[in-house]
């Protein structure tokens, strides 16, 4: 197994052109990110109230530790972290046949279809930062306070059968803070201890205007200085979504960030006010979309659709399959994952594009030569009116972060490890920005 790191190129070239471009050249990322950002949360059923918790005296636990994941757009718990803090699931109005209660029902949409879940009561949730040095058994360490009280989706419930499935088994444990949570805030994450590839990345949650504090910036930095910044847009899955009984009082949900224009509009922006997309190219083809900003995407993906505009498709017969193999890239450049989530899981064949473009306004592109992505669909459907819309693309944390090779299989192997290209990673949410700092070279 191949653990020697292999060195980050980032190179910043000036190209003579009228008038003159500039652009930052990064080289080596590898497919799957070798970690996602974490904090750790408390929930409560009134505004400065007890954490809800588990245990009693000195094993009491309240600390609920969950991904924050800018492709959720609700705050998900499982059952058994619902279970074990005894959060209430919200009844039908009226009750079910025999006056039985009827728990309502959420229907929502992932990576590999959808899945079901309850609905909590309205919970009141605070975060601190994932740092080794932050105490989860203080309360007042939990000072990030979303904007709204929260239901969160609960589950998923099991899509039935006599055993359940991998993914069935991971999402009865993981929890996942989206959107709701990052409303009004900044998220820092500081990307640099994955760079040893035997650490995590720290996250912090700040309200705007938190000032950077150089002399703490291991372990409370504030929000950091940066020098690329990349304008988002938001887009709403809520009519994607399916709530039962009609009626009943749904989860909270949030927009999700895109780089990109918002690819729902029906109109465009006015103005020209509309970010400028994701611009890739493989084998003298170009394009330019919008793709989702997914903290909780270890691997990036490119739509069946947009590939075969560059140029690259499925061999007949093999998407779908164990084996997926793709037409138009030399088979010794192309790699598979399993990806999974809401809806399940499902291998899907990736390759190494020749550039994507992520535009920024400081006028300096940055561009990721040789950029690793999946081929897959991501499609939700209308439940109204069946109208059905695939993601383009997503940007996935394989960008952001320390990268590996995995190579799947009964004993997985990990190789090609790639130190990350940024100091420092902001999500702006309020200013709608996703903002870096490059590494200095040799650091």
Known sequence: MNRMPMPLKIIVAMVLAAPLARATDIDGVQPAALDQPRVHVLVRREPGGEPLATGKGAEKIFNIQAFLDTGASGFMLSQNTADALGIQRQEAAGGAKEGQPKSVVFHDVGVAGSDAFNVSEPLHAAIAPYHPGTDTDDPDAFRAKPARPVRAQVGPLGRGGMLPDLMELVMANLDVVGMPAMDGKVVVMDPKPVNTFADT???????????????????????????????????????????????????????????????????????????????????????????????????????????????????????????????????????????????????????????????????????????????????????????????????????????????????????????????????????????????????
């Open 201 to 443: 990345m720290r996250t912090y949650v700040y309200d705007p205007g938190a000032p950077f504090n150089r002399a703490t910036a291991q372990n409370s930095p504030g929000i950091p200085p940066t020098n690329r910044t990349v304008r988002l847009s938001y887009v709403s899955f809520e009519r994607f979504t399916r709530t039962e009984p009609p009626g009943a009082a749904p989860p909270t949900l949030g927009p999700n960030p895109f780089i990109g224009p918002d690819p729902l509009a029906r109109r465009a922006a006015a103005g020209g006010a509309a970010p400028p997309g994701i611009t890739v190219a493989h084998d003298g083809k170009t394009y330019t979309t919008s793709w989702l900003l997914d903290t909780g995407a270890a691997a990036s993906i490119i739509s069946t659709r947009h590939a075969a505009a560059i140029g690259v498709t499925y061999v007949d017969g093999t998407m779908g399959t164990n084996s997926p193999v793709l037409a138009g890239v030399p088979k010794v450049k192309q790699f598979t994952m399993t990806i999974g989530g809401i809806g399940g899981q499902k291998k899907s064949a990736g390759f190494f594009l020749d550039e994507l473009r992520l535009p920024t306004r400081e006028n300096d592109p940055i561009v990721y030569r040789g950029a690793p992505v999946l081929v897959a669909d991501i499609t939700v459907a209308d439940p109204q009116t069946n109208e059905k819309y695939t993601l383009d693309g997503v940007f996935g944390m394989n960008f952001l972060v320390a990268t590996a090779k995995v190579t799947e299989g009964l004993l997985p192997d990990i190789g090609n490890l790639t130190e990350g290209p940024y100091e420092w990673i902001v999500f702006d949410q309020p200013k709608g920005e996703l903002r870096v700092q490059l590494r200095e070279e040799g650091k």
